[in-house]
């Protein structure tokens, strides 16, 4: 109760922090019942096609004679799956990677971190791609492990440093002195410190994938099959909309859910910046 009465006193005095944890909200309960509210139809109606908003399709038809609008909301479930599956694979990698590390020190840290290093010198971007065009697959979890591959290296280095400076405190020492186990001190003594920063990268983990996901079905690298996002803007791109006047609608919709989603993020991570840094929060 402390936690969120904490929480609504932050949010109560940063407006647009607030309103970004109502956007990023409302996104989570689009992305759960908007499928069942609202159906996005993939038979086509030519005759439909480039309507302009109305009460029945409030942001108007596409090249099929479908609902932007429904579109939008059915598609949210996808890129929200991915962004979310996304990130928690790379904040659990990270972390891991970066306690174990940092806790352990000596040899088996100059590996784990060698290796690290290794996989930050790789490219992130073109090796999502190369991955993406080989394994060909929407599946969200497949498309999650595949945005994830070099996106934890980064995260691994921040949460080795924190735990390298925890080592040597009082309270590992004395559950070490206990008899506790790695995995112990590890989630038990070490997690809690760096959650806070861990869970500020959770969410900005979760912008990075969904940008990257989108860009995978706009370049057509990724099956564009069902309705997401990325693949409303790649067919989109492929019926023309960039040279008629009529699709302004169709192709700018899905580019401003996924602007108004990131910027919602960005806005919320202020009110868990201000929750967890004791120098930011609201006395």
Avoid: C
């Avoid at 760096?194 to 706009?218: C, D, K, Q, R, S």
Wanted: net charge positive; hydrophobic share 55%.
């Amino acid at each position: 109760m402390s936690f969120l009465r904490d929480f609504w006193r932050i949010a109560r005095s940063d407006w647009t922090a607030l309103i970004g944890a109502v956007v990023v909200l409302l996104y989570v309960v689009i992305a759960v019942i908007g499928p069942y509210i609202t159906q996005a139809s993939t038979a086509a109606d030519p005759s439909r096609a480039y309507l302009t908003p109305s009460l029945s399709h409030p942001l108007g038809t596409d090249s099929f004679g479908q609902g932007v609008l429904s579109e939008i909301i059915v598609g949210t479930r996808p890129i929200m799956e991915v962004g979310v599956l996304a990130a928690l694979i790379t904040v659990f990698v990270g972390v891991v990677v970066g306690l174990v590390s940092g806790y352990l020190g000596g040899t088996a840290d100059n590996v784990i971190m060698r290796i690290t290093d290794v996989f930050l010198t790789i490219p992130g971007l073109p090796i999502v791609l190369i991955i993406s065009s080989v394994v060909r697959s929407a599946n969200p979890v497949v498309l999650a492990l595949i945005l994830s591959v070099a996106a934890w290296p980064g995260l691994a280095r921040a949460v080795r440093s924190q735990a390298l400076s925890l080592r040597t405190s009082d309270f590992i020492e004395a559950a070490r002195l206990q008899g506790a186990s790695l995995s112990n001190i590890v989630t038990r003594q070490l997690l809690p410190n760096v959650g806070p920063y861990v869970a500020i990268h959770f969410l900005l983990a979760i912008t990075g994938a969904i940008y990257a996901e989108v860009g995978l079905f706009l370049l057509g690298i990724a099956p564009v099959s069902g309705t997401n996002w990325g693949a409303m803007i790649n067919s989109a791109m492929n019926q023309g909309a960039l040279y008629t006047t009529k699709s302004m609608l169709y192709l700018f919709s899905p580019m401003a859910a996924i602007v108004i989603l990131q910027v919602a993020f960005v806005y919320f991570t202020r009110i868990l910046d201000s929750l967890f840094n004791p120098r930011l929060r609201v006395q």
